[in-house]
């Protein structure tokens, strides 16, 4: 499970934000005493850090000069100013991603998961002994293969990442808003289904379940 | 300055010059004078009365003729005062001098007034960054607890969100220029910014989106273009008909430009407003039937666009379409200043 330090100054947020990122299965930790947070990220080594640029009595981007001087994590900055030079000052500084208040919650997870993703090593997770080829669109049992087209794969790809949890249909959506697929309701229900139909052909039954008013879950 | 009017003005000395030859007539008269010693006065008497006021006359004309020339000509007339000659006679100077006493309080009075200004927008600004955060937090409550706020909810959040920016770009528009900065940016990725952040307005409305923008490079900084964008996206949701509606957009090429056009095929705009709509506080009969316009957005879209120097432009046939297209000038002088800075 990788794990996200938050912090952030405004109580309110905070605790949605720690609601939203364990509902998103992360291990969260949020801060709650501003004295020493360099020293605390480095105790508590989180996979990702959210960095909030306006904190009472400390610089958001001396924090993050500071933390760059002893390790790499990834830092995503967010704030309410939203200027370009924030933006590339904040970046300069080496934060990995600057996301704006207020922000679209599901944008802020795709954020956060595209951030991690490109930070860390690790493969893709392994989906019931298949063999997944992202680049072609290609899933192979070792003897049939399906060819999935780009909006399946980026489901598919979503849902298997998101294994351990239920995944709405508007954070789906987002996701494939993101890659420019701009499909309405229908179409993301009609894509839904033809990827169950595609898995079932190389012998993968109920592969996609469906959790009413919730979303789905890759079992 | 006449020399007729300075005469007029001299009326009671003209008078008072009769009234003295017809005195002297008298005098002379009285004292039985010779003709040729009289005719002599008056000769020498008239000539200098004649010298006086001409003399009284061009030297004012030179500094009034002065004043009023650079008055019309300078762009600040107030700052006259520094381009003038002093004048040689006592009423200049008097006259100087007030108008310099005038000016010192005028300014005084600018200065007070720029400084609440800037005070105000400073309050504003800062207002903003604080709003935000309640509004995030209400964003994200809504988001983890469904059971309590419904989708409704979040797009008055999203009104609020939008009316918030538009008057911090209002503010910004014309203070430093520190705010913005040009940048080589990708057109498809503020795009696709804009669409994801209008993305439940649009699945809600069942707008179709048609997005043909290839990976355009232009030079503008993204936060503004996101709103510039945004604006149009607004106004594309906001009048839009009842059903089948879509959003086009286009990046197209030539020689000198890039141009983004944002069409729809909305109620569209009426012929007598097209040329208006970029006008401050202005609805036109759209507005007046939704009764949600400020007449702002594209006020303030213009603004942006003359200051990153982008060209926009909109067409419009009423009931059928709207087109609003975004010139992007490919000036190689960026490039050059970029390249630059990099060596």
Redesign the interface.
Known sequence: MKSVFIIEDDISVREELFILLNNAGYNTKVLTTFDNVVQDILDFKPDLVLLDINIPGLNGEVVLLNLRKRSDVPVIMVTSRNTESDEVLSMSYGADDYITKPYNPNVLLLRIGAVLKRTSTSNLPNYRDLDINMQKGIISNGKDEIILTKNEMIIFNYLLINQSRIVSRDELMTELWDNDEYINDNALSVNISRLRNKLKEIGIENPIETRKGIGYILT | MKFKEHLKDRLYALLLISFLYLLLILLFLAFKSNLQLIIACFVLLTITFILLLLYDFFRKRKFYNDLIFKVGNLDKAYLVLEMIDKPRFYEGELFCQILYDIDKSMIERVSNFEGQMNDFKEFIEMW???V??????????A??HKDKYDKKSLLQ?KRI?NYVEQVLYYVRQDCAE????I?KINL?KVI?NV???N?DE??EN?I??L?EVKEKEVFS????LEFIINQIFNNCIKYKKEKNSFIKIQSLEDENSVYLIIEDNGIGIKKSDLSRVFDKSFTGSNGRYSSRSTGMGLYICKNLCKKLGHKIEIDSIQDEFTRVRITFSKNNFYEEALNVTKK
Do not use: A, F, G, Q
């Open positions: 903003i960054h604080e935000k955060i309640p509004l995030s937090s209400l964003t994200l409550m988001h983890n959040m969100e520190s705010d913005y900065l940048n498809s696709s669409i994801l952040k993305k649009l699945l069942k179709e989106l997005v900084d993204s936060k503004w």
